[in-house]
T-cell receptor, first 109, second 112 residues
Framework: ELKVEQNPLFLSMQEGKNYTIYCNYS?????LYWYRQDPGKSLESLFV?????AVKQEGRLMASLDTKARLSTLHITAAVHDLSATYFC?????????FGAGTRLTVKP | DTAVSQTPKYLVTQMGNDKSIKCEQN?????MYWYKQDSKKFLKIMFS???????INETVPNRFSPKSPDKAHLNLHINSLELGDSAVYFC???????????FGQGTRLTVV
């Protein structure tokens, strides 16, 4: 069974700083997904990474995938308060998504 | 237009009751899912349906049963509710199994 681990689980950072969230997974996963969840809200799809070496960027967020290392990263550049949320990565396992525990990001002024 | 909609958004009920959560998607997707998010925000899949066939059934208690009257609906029935069932339940759908999923707003179930 695919296991997905994220770190850190909690991240407090100041506006303007950069940081990276890591997502490791235990077995082969052809795709890797990143979702954002605001408090009390649903999950919003951020990125779908389809192949080794894939890199996608949207605003201040950039996601990458290394299937050989079984690692995906979500890099935050020059954080702003609006990025405060919980970020989930998810891999594929027998046509099903398995989620990490989530990283709760708080961006402080 | 809401792509994936769940009702109710909040559900408070007593132990032992039977309840249902409804989910509808208007995206024309083939696969629908139910996820449970616990108090620590951990998301775990419960069921998925593809073209009205159950293709994944996680080790959830058989008090939980999914019902799919058609491709656009996947309802979750829960019998004999227990305190530990309190959580947020998310419905989701995808074009095909394990493609990008779209989530409903979630149903916060509280069992008292």
């Amino acid at each position: 069974e695919l296991k997905v681990e994220q770190n850190p689980l909690f991240l407090s950072m100041q506006e303007g700083k950069n940081y990276t969230i890591y997502c490791n997974y235990s077995t082969t996963s052809d795709r890797l997904y990143w979702y954002r969840q605001d408090p009390g809200k649903s999950l919003e799809s951020l990125f779908v990474l389809l192949s080794n070496g894939a890199v996608k960027q949207e605003g201040r967020l950039m996601a990458s995938l290394d299937t050989k290392a079984r690692l995906s990263t979500l890099h935050i550049t020059a954080a702003v308060h609006d990025l405060s949320a919980t970020y989930f990565c998810a891999g594929e396992d027998n046509n099903d998504m398995r989620f990490g525990a989530g990283t709760r990001l708080t961006v402080k002024p | 237009d809401t792509a994936v909609s769940q009702t109710p958004k909040y559900l408070v009920t007593q132990m032992g009751n039977d309840k249902s959560i409804k989910c509808e998607q208007n995206l024309g997707h083939d696969t629908m899912y139910w996820y449970k998010q616990d108090s620590k925000k951990f998301l775990k899949i419960m069921f998925s349906y593809n073209n009205k066939e159950l293709i994944i059934n996680e080790t959830v208690p058989n008090r939980f049963s999914p019902k799919s009257p058609d491709k656009a609906h996947l309802n979750l029935h829960i019998n004999s509710l227990e305190l530990g069932d309190s959580a947020v339940y998310f419905c989701a759908s995808s074009q095909y199994s394990a493609s990008e999923a779209f989530f409903g707003q979630g149903t916060r179930l509280t069992v008292v």
